[in-house]
């Protein structure tokens, strides 16, 4: 073969290496094959298809190992890890609260039968008493702490609260939630016969701050619970801690109509408490908190 066409072949070969599929230079790579001397051809041609072959070399691994993540993708989801999760453990340590943590990680163990919730809800004694009879836990709470007395007493159901009562269920703490939602949800009839069975209508709701039912009223702007409690005899000026009245509290939450229920029942519009401040004073600065 003469020079000529010793070069052209060459050139054929070296054009064929960098116009070929990315599969052949694999191939080319993969068996180590060497170019030999290629008389006449410019070096660079020749770098650029040991290149190209490089090039394909170097594609067909990040290929391959795409192809292996994917299968190792399969693999895990087919076989998730077993993750226990705690929301409410997340959330207090993300605010940083110490004692929701403390609570969180020594959630108490509660029995819930919610057959006996839904008999003390409805006021069903034979059923109330089919299941203690049958078992059932007289004190079960449900998540938020709520037991069948509860339910029976926020539903007005006195004959079975009766029995619940008869039964050995525990009053502690009951009759103060149920006050405390009644005027929460505005539940007048509720509140009324709590008051027809007894409750007394000055007593404190919250003995520590010497807080009453009508303080608590006022403070939630609660204008018909006000005045069901003013219409029962509840006391307009009576004072809780740091010397404030009803209407300081009324004041300072802007609820005006309350405040004139608060005096038309006979209270006084301008007494101080303990920091100095009447009424009006604790209005302006709801007002001016208001418009920031």
């Known amino acids: 073969m003469t020079q000529v066409n ?31 001397e290629l008389p006449g051809l410019p070096a660079g041609r020749v770098a650029l298809a040991v290149g190209s072959a490089a090039a394909a070399v170097e594609t067909a691994i990040i290929v391959r190992s795409i192809f292996k993540f994917k299968k190792s993708l399969k693999i895990r989801a087919s076989n998730p890890p077993k993750i226990k999760m705690d929301p409410l453990l997340h959330e207090a340590a993300i605010k940083g609260d110490e004692k929701a943590i403390i609570r969180a990680s020594n959630p108490p163990k509660i029995k819930m039968d919610p057959l006996l919730h839904e008999a003390a809800a409805k006021g069903d004694e034979k059923a109330i008493k089919r299941l203690l009879n049958s078992g059932a836990e007289i004190e079960c709470k449900t998540c938020d702490g709520k037991t069948p007395l509860y339910f029976a007493r926020y539903h007005m159901h006195e004959k079975a609260c009766k029995l619940l009562i008869e039964r050995g269920a525990s009053q502690e703490g009951i009759l103060n939630r149920v006050i405390k939602e009644a005027i929460a949800a505005d539940h007048v009839k509720l509140l009324q016969d709590l008051i027809d069975n007894g409750l007394k209508v000055n007593s404190f709701i919250i003995p520590e701050h010497k807080v009453t039912l009508l303080h608590l009223a006022a403070t939630q702007g609660k204008l018909n619970i006000v005045r069901l409690l003013l219409k029962s005899g509840a006391d307009p000026e009576i004072e809780s801690w740091g010397c404030w009245r009803v209407i300081h509290y009324a004041a300072i939450h802007g609820h005006k109509e309350v405040v004139e229920a608060l005096k038309e029942a006979g209270a006084d519009p301008t007494p101080k408490n303990s920091a100095g401040q009447t009424p009006d004073d604790l209005a302006k600065l709801s007002a001016s908190e208001a418009n920031k």
């Open 6 to 36: 010793k070069i052209e072949t060459n050139w054929v070969l070296v054009n064929s290496i960098v116009a070929s599929s990315s599969l052949l230079l694999v191939a080319i790579a993969a068996i180590g094959y060497e170019f030999p």
